[in-house]
């Protein structure tokens, strides 16, 4: 099983700062199989980027995803309120696995 | 516009029977793989089953192969989960998602509660 570990647990940070959420697979992505979904409470996760760096339909371009091998990198250029969130990640070059999630709070 | 809704979740006791639907508009269900994907509070999400296009062949996570039995209907466009002999730590929110023509999941629902507790 490939094992994603994301950091920081919680991210702490004023709309308009940029955010950088960390996610690391215990052993590699194939071909960056690897997405990132926004959870907000009681509402359905929503796809942000597919193929490690791929912005799905509609989500604005300050949400960027890099990265390849193992360590991968999703970007919040400048916060907006409505961006305050879970974050996680989901590698679906093997059996699926996601992240435990990265909690993204109003400082 | 592409929505799914789930239902069917609720309080079981150890070793009953839940069945969770997931009733899928604005795409046609027979062309997309399907799965099943579930969360405790605070945790992160596991993968629980899937079903691919036009329904023809099923996978399991280990965890639950054997218990669960997932399904679709294409009458009604409504993707299933027989879940039986449910366990305490089958207790989640379980979420219906879409694949996209890689397997990441480009719409999901919201999610249905099931607790199981004696």
């Known amino acids: 099983e490939n094992v994603l570990t994301q950091s920081p647990g919680t991210l702490s940070l004023s709309p308009g700062e940029r955010a950088t959420l960390s996610c690391r697979a215990s052993?590699?992505?194939?071909?960056?199989?690897l997405a990132w979904y926004q959870q907000k409470p009681g509402q359905a996760p929503r796809l942000l980027i597919y193929g490690a760096s791929s912005r799905a339909t509609g989500i604005p371009d300050r949400f960027s995803g890099s990265g390849s091998g193992t360590d991968f990198t999703l970007t919040i250029s400048r916060l907006e309120p409505e961006d305050f969130a879970v974050y996680s990640c989901?590698?679906?070059?093997?059996?699926?696995?996601f992240g435990q999630g990265t909690r993204l709070e109003i400082k | 516009e592409v929505q799914l809704l789930e239902s069917g979740g609720g309080l079981v006791q150890p070793g009953e029977s839940l069945r969770l639907s997931c009733a899928a508009s604005?795409?046609?269900?027979?062309?997309?793989?399907m799965s099943w994907v579930r969360q405790i509070s605070g945790k992160r999400m596991e993968w629980v089953s899937a079903i691919t296009a036009g329904a023809s062949i099923a996978y399991y996570a280990d965890s639950v192969r054997g218990r669960f039995t997932i399904s679709s209907d294409n009458s009604k466009n409504t993707l299933y989960l027989q879940m039986n002999n449910l366990r305490a730590d089958d207790a989640a929110i379980y979420y219906c998602a879409r694949e996209a023509s890689h397997p990441y999941f480009d719409y999901w629902g919201q999610g249905v509660l099931v607790t199981v507790s004696s």
């Open positions: 989901h590698q679906y070059a093997t059996t699926h696995t």
């Open positions: 052993q590699d992505v194939r071909s960056n199989l």
């Open positions: 604005g795409f046609t269900l027979n062309n997309f793989a």
